[in-house]
């Protein structure tokens, strides 16, 4: 509750709103101590005095009545009247909605269809019906006005009762022979309070609102008694002679409504905890880039990152996701980055094209060069060309990252059409031919399928054919295989191996299987907590790991017809990025590791073609 | 298609007699005989027993019901005492009035709102984004009927751009151009409050989208950031936006009852307060179950605009 409330008031607008409303509260309680002008009292000599006039502060009415005593009573009125609707509405409606969550079944289908008729109507159309038949009045606008909001909080609790009336500890009290009230009284209550109050609260404005609107028309309070809504209406008459009579209770709802409506965005942004987290932001277009320091010199590469550091930055925290990481691939060549999750694979791959989420990401040094030309300090256009026409990428589980509301083939036509001003027949049919090459049967009918409507291994190959689309230079395929059951899988590997043959396309391939690293890769690198810790060719270090970490991944793999060889988990778990270990990340997961794993800088040893991370590698690399 | 509008439209039925059923049992529960209440006070015993057997008064409750029904699905809706004139004929050359302003502000808080929300959206934090919400705080805390007579002595009494009230000018008017002078302020008025909340859900429904991971492909594609935005994550948020234009449909509609009273609109928001006050029963029964109707009928129509948007929805 503490939490809570420091959280609101840590809200600048919510702790604005909520000084207001007790300063109009407090005025409101003290009213009829102040020494204040009767506000019925007429006085026709002195109508529509003009503010600050001599013994009225705000001037006087149409009357002659002080304004500031009729503005005091009349917020008084409001706020009384709007708070009564909403603890009318709040009980009764609860009542139903418990009623209607706890028994269930046909009592809750008759209520709830009962509920929905009621929100059927726009709802001063309720409220006037009611007025028009119970005639014009305060007291009838405050019973319309509540009447209004019951099937609101009745729907509201019923769901909140719904969840709870399932739980063990109300089948306890049943079987524990409780009877029906009790159990609502004593067992559910106290669990719906919190909803229901919070539901108040957050209504009650609009109540207010609702009450003093139709008072203005003339259905609420009758004179001499006024309520802020009447004040205004009995204004309007004279609003072009005398426009501070119709301002002066105006402001009063304005400002009550305003702090209400602060406070309670206050609450709901207080209680939501993905804003606390600060999730809901939206990613740029680009990631942001700050890095310090000097870039590494261009390479003749076809593909370069080189000495890439990217973090997030989540409040004063820093997680170092990519610390230093340097790799490279030549066309027709495949490149297999492995690690476990969380290692920085995946933050590696998005970084070379700045897809990385941002905020939180941010790439804080090193360069990733396409043909020699820096990507990460492009300016967007430039990048943008890139994006999907030179350097192209394949994702994980299609269901989340094809749009689900577009049919594919248009999706794989726009990626065309991204680059190359190109008719939508000629994409259409050149989207048939990429579905064609992908191995999608009945391409021509498949393109009009929506992402929905296919399974997961051809909206895997809606992912390769979209990323083939530009014939690119480089697919950077993030785990592509791993949402997809086996056989499937095997089906994908040997297609992505079949085009880059056919076309020449160098691959970055990202996974957590050495299995599939085996497979298809030329060259691999293992990636541990940000950084690289071995690499060299595929063969080579399937055959003779050097660094012990690999040596466990590759236990972890089982292999076919090879009896029971025991599959080895490797303890403990990776370090969080925030919080890094000084010396080898591994160190405290590896047995080998004596007191120099621990401090300084371990370098990467050995050859471009084949280096390791370690000061006792399990081989010596040369 | 055709069958899902149909289906849609068989499953209002049971809605629109509840609404029938709510308005009467309200109704029912004014105090006192009814005819009384109709014809007044001083009206004569005589009279009063006559209106009790023409309204079929003396009738059981439920018999009642039927009686009211049946008239009301062939057309007679009764008779306006203090108009003289059939309710209905009343009604529906009020709701042409109500109709146009109530659809203009529909249409400007569904544009400008969603406009607003997606420019806050991917400016997040960013000036646009901060002018935005402030503006919007304010705007969803004016009540309307403020807002119009403050509109009504800045536009029409101090500036003299626009006329103080009323639909055409009393003189000389009656074109669209009088008619769109007449419409601006209390359109305006009228959209302010659902623009703020439309604005709202958009900018949410957009951060929301902008995070998923179909976003991330389209820019992978190397998709212009303009169409990522308005193509991909708009039309993905329009599905969570669609159901709340129905709801502020509804609010836009109960709102012009008050614009209507500031701006001397003849529409049927204003043709129901007088009723009430003139205790004209029977014109306000007849002008709450018509404009219900019409509400039902319209949301209808937005459960099918958003069946055409979503495929997933099964039509």
């Known amino acids: 509750m503490s939490h809570f409330l420091s959280l609101l008031f840590r809200n600048r607008l919510a702790a604005l709103g909520g000084v207001v409303l007790a300063a109009i509260l407090l005025m409101v309680l003290v009213t009829p101590l102040l020494p204040l002008q009767d506000p019925d009292i007429t006085n026709t000599a002195d109508r529509f005095l003009r503010p600050f006039s001599e013994g009225h502060l705000l001037g006087t009415d149409h009357l002659g009545r002080d304004l500031l005593s009729r503005l005091l009573w009349g917020t008084r009125l409001s706020l009384a009247v709007g708070i009564a609707a909403a603890l009318i509405a709040g009980v009764i409606g609860s009542a139903i909605g418990i009623t209607a969550g706890y028994f269930g079944g046909r009592t809750d289908?008759?209520?709830?269809?009962?509920?929905?008729?009621?929100?059927a109507f726009p709802y001063i159309l309720l409220a006037l019906a009611i007025v028009a038949a119970l005639g014009p009045g305060l007291m009838n606008a405050l019973v319309a006005v509540a009447a209004v909001n019951v099937p609101f909080f009745a729907r509201n609790i019923r769901g909140v009762t719904v969840g709870l009336a399932g739980r063990e500890f109300i089948d306890a009290a049943k079987l524990a022979g409780m009877g029906h009230l009790r159990i609502i009284l004593v067992e559910l209550l106290p669990n719906v309070l919190p909803v229901i109050i919070i539901a108040m609260s957050t209504t009650v404005g609009w109540m207010i609102l609702e009450t003093a609107g139709l008072s203005f028309l003339g259905l609420g309070s009758q004179p001499p008694q006024a309520d802020l809504g009447s004040m205004l209406g009995e204004a309007r008459a004279a609003l072009i002679t005398a426009p501070h009579t119709s301002v002066v209770p105006g402001v009063m709802i304005f400002l009550i409504v305003m702090s209400i409506n602060l406070l309670g965005d206050g609450v709901r942004d207080a209680l939501d905890p993905r804003l606390r987290s600060g999730a809901l932001t939206r990613p740029r277009a680009t990631t942001l880039v700050d890095r310090k320091g000097e870039l590494p010199a261009p390479a003749d590469d076809l593909l370069a990152i080189q000495d890439l550091h990217t973090q997030f930055h989540v409040g004063d925290r820093v997680y170092k996701a990519v610390g230093g990481v340097s790799l490279s691939v030549q066309p027709g060549e495949c490149l297999g980055v492995i690690g476990e999750s969380g290692s920085g694979k995946s933050v590696t791959a998005l970084s070379v094209m700045g897809l990385v989420a941002s905020p939180?990401?941010?790439?804080?040094?090193?360069?990733v060069r396409f043909q020699g030309e820096d990507l990460v300090g492009a300016p967007y256009e430039a990048l943008r060309r890139k994006r999907g026409d030179r350097v192209?990428?394949?994702?994980?589980?299609?269901?989340?990252?094809?749009?689900?509301?577009?049919?594919?083939?248009?999706?794989?036509?726009?990626?065309?059409?991204?680059?190359?001003?190109?008719?939508?027949?000629?994409?259409?049919?050149?989207?048939?031919?990429?579905?064609?090459?992908?191995r999608i049967p009945n391409a021509e009918s498949r393109i009009d399928n929506f992402p929905h409507e296919m399974s997961g291994g051809m909206r895997q190959r809606v992912g390769i054919a979209m990323a083939l689309a530009n014939d690119p230079d480089v697919i950077i395929a993030d785990e592509p295989t791993t949402a997809l059951d086996v056989t499937v899988q095997a089906q994908i590997l040997s297609l992505l191996d079949d085009l880059r043959r056919d076309r020449g396309l160098?691959?970055?391939?990202?996974?957590?299987?050495?299995?599939?690293?085996a497979q298809l890769c030329d060259r691999v690198a293992v990636m541990y907590a940000g950084r690289i810790v071995e690499e060299g060719p595929t063969g080579a270090v399937l055959a003779a790991p050097a660094h012990p970490y690999t040596g466990r991944l590759i236990a972890c793999v089982p292999e076919l017809g090879q009896g029971r060889r025991e599959l080895a988990a490797i303890p403990g778990l990776p370090p969080a990025v925030d919080r890094l270990p000084a010396g080898c990340a591994f160190a405290p997961r590896c047995d080998k590791a004596t007191e120099i794993c621990r401090q300084g800088e371990v370098a990467l040893s050995g050859t471009d073609s084949r280096a390791v991370r370690c000061h006792f590698p399990e081989e010596a690399v040369a | 298609m055709g069958g899902y509008i149909l289906k849609r439209l068989v499953s209002a039925i049971p809605v629109l007699l509840g609404i029938t059923v709510i308005v009467?049992?309200?109704?029912?529960?004014?105090?006192?005989?009814?005819a009384t209440a109709i014809l007044g006070a001083y009206a004569t015993p005589e009279n009063v027993a006559k209106l009790n057997r023409d309204l079929g008064l003396d009738a059981p409750l439920a018999q009642r019901y039927f009686i009211w029904l049946g008239n009301m699905l062939s057309g007679d809706f009764g008779r306006s005492y203090s108009l003289n004139r059939p309710v209905l004929d009343e009604i529906l050359e009020r709701f042409q009035a109500t109709l146009i302003l109530a659809g203009i502000s529909f249409v400007l808080c569904s544009v400008l709102g969603i406009l607003a929300g997606v420019v806050?959206?991917?400016r997040q934090y960013g000036l646009a984004d901060k002018a935005i919400t402030f503006t919007v705080l304010i705007g969803i805390?004016?009540?309307?009927?403020?807002?119009?007579?403050?509109?009504?002595?800045?536009?029409?009494v101090n500036l003299r751009w626009l006329p103080v009230s009323g639909m055409f000018a009393i003189y000389g008017g009656g074109d669209l151009p009088d008619l769109l002078k007449h419409l601006v302020m209390p359109a305006v008025a009228l959209s302010v409050v659902a623009t703020g909340v439309i604005a709202r859900l958009s900018r949410s429904a957009m951060l929301e989208v902008l995070r998923q991971d179909y976003i991330r492909t389209a820019r992978a594609k190397g998709v212009p950031e303009r169409r990522v935005i308005m193509g991909h994550a708009l039309r993905a948020a329009m599905v969570s936006i669609i159901p709340v234009l129905g709801i502020q449909a509804g609010f836009v509609l109960s709102g012009s009852v008050y614009i209507e009273m500031v701006f001397q609109w003849p529409g049927i928001g204003r043709m129901l307060v007088d009723a009430i006050l003139k205790r004209d029963i029977l014109l306000v029964q007849g002008g709450v179950v018509f404009v219900a109707a019409c509400y039902v009928i319209f949301n209808i129509m937005v459960d099918v605009a958003q069946s055409l948007l979503d495929p997933r929805i099964k039509t």
């Open chain 2, 141 to 156: 805390s004016v009540p309307s009927f403020f807002l119009g007579m403050m509109m009504i002595l800045l536009f029409a």
């Open chain 1, 360 to 367: 939180p990401g941010v790439i804080t040094g090193g360069a």
């Open chain 2, 120 to 122: 806050s959206a991917a």
């Open chain 1, 506 to 517: 160098a691959i970055i391939f990202i996974t957590h299987d050495f299995g599939v690293v």
């Open chain 1, 392 to 438: 192209a990428y394949i994702f994980q589980d299609p269901l989340s990252t094809l749009h689900p509301l577009y049919r594919v083939g248009d999706q794989l036509a726009e990626a065309i059409r991204a680059h190359h001003a190109i008719s939508r027949e000629e994409a259409r049919t050149r989207a048939v031919e990429l579905f064609r090459a992908v």
């Open chain 2, 24 to 34: 009467f049992l309200i109704m029912a529960m004014i105090p006192g005989d009814p």
């Open chain 1, 109 to 119: 289908n008759v209520i709830m269809r009962a509920v929905d008729m009621l929100m």
